[in-house]
Structures are given as C-alpha cells and as structure tokens.
C-alpha cells in the first residue's frame, strides 16, 4: 500500500471530523488547483518510490490548507488528485496504452524497495480496463458517484473486467475502488 508522506500538525481539541468521498474529492480539487505543477510531480513518480514520497511532502502545507480540520485518509490521494487534474482538462482519453506508464521505470528496480507491488498492480489492472473500454472508463472516473451516468459506465465496463484479472488474482471492486484504480492510468493517457 501506498505511503503518502505528508508531515503535519493538527491543533485540535477533541477528534477531527472524517472526511466524507465528496469531502475527500473537495480537497483533492483544493490541492490540484491550488499546485498543479505538484501534483502533475507527484503523478509522475512510482507509487511507494522515494520520490513520491518528497514529491508528496511538498503538497503538505497545501493538503494542509485544502483540508482545514478535516482528517484525511491519504491511501487514495495519487487517485484522487488524478481524476482532479483530468476534471480541470479538456483533454479525454481517446485511447489508452496497453503498456503502462510506469513499465519502463519499473525495470531494474527492487519491489517492496524502489516501489509498492501492491499499488502497481492497482494501477496494472487499472491500465489493462482503460486500454480496452476508454470511453466508458473516464465516463466513470468523471461520473458523480451514484449517478445515472456512473451506472452506464460501471454497465459498459462489466464484459472487460474479468478478462483483465491475472490469474490467481483476488479483485474486490465496488464503483469506488474501480474509479480510483482507472484514474491514474486515465490521467497518465491524457497527461502524454
């Protein structure tokens, strides 16, 4: 799992309020708009890599601003911020690499080490989902949670999904989880 790095310090009496989905994706917005050029750095490293977690030190003290006192969950935050970025673009995927973005910096590097296993493999079966139904994966990153339109998507997408699991493999998918493992790939085929 992901490492998001962000050194902070809450002055707070009593606990701090959970961030809801819709609050989480809020501050992902604030941080996106308010340090794009950060955030596109962040994207740009290897999940669980060194440099993402310097990449992510610096988006602290505007994590820091976006989320007030709100706690925030930082395991999705890449995901987030991706589906931020690609929601301020009018630029959509009009077809997505079957390779990933990553493949060439993951060679000779050391999983567990140099970067998250666990977290390439999201965005692996991520990539391989985007690459075969483009459209209807960025209907769904794009789609408000609960939406007609998300269901359309998450209906579109249903024949590519299981041809994309390696064997052996265990994915639990809801709407949710399915949304932030397509947007960073997504971003990725927008981004290039």
């Keep these: ?34 340090e794009p050029r950060g955030v596109r750095k962040l994207l740009s490293t290897l999940p669980g890599s060194d440099d993402e977690a310097r990449a992510s030190r610096k988006l602290a003290v505007a994590y820091d601003a976006c989320r007030g006192t709100v706690w925030y969950d930082f395991a999705d935050a890449r995901a987030l911020l991706a589906v931020a970025i690609m929601a301020g673009s009018a630029n959509r995927p009009g077809s997505v690499a079957a390779s990933p973005w990553y493949a060439s910096a993951i060679s000779g590097r050391s999983v567990g080490v140099d970067y998250s296993a666990a977290e390439v493999a999201r965005q692996q079966y991520g990539t391989c989902i985007a690459a075969a139904a483009p459209s209807a994966s960025a209907q769904l990153v794009m789609a408000a949670p609960g939406s007609a339109e998300e269901r359309a998507a998450i209906g579109a997408l249903k024949p590519v999904l299981g041809g994309c699991i390696v064997q052996g493999q265990t994915v639990k998918l809801t709407a949710s989880n399915l949304r932030l493992m397509l947007a960073e790939p997504l971003y990725h085929a927008t981004a290039n």
Excluded at 22 to 33: F, G, K, L, N, Q
Aim: glycine share 2%.
């Design 1 to 34: 799992m992901m490492t998001f790095a962000v050194a902070t310090t809450l002055l707070l009496i009593g606990a701090p309020a959970q961030a809801s989905a819709d609050t989480a994706m809020s501050i992902a917005t604030c941080v996106a708009d308010s």
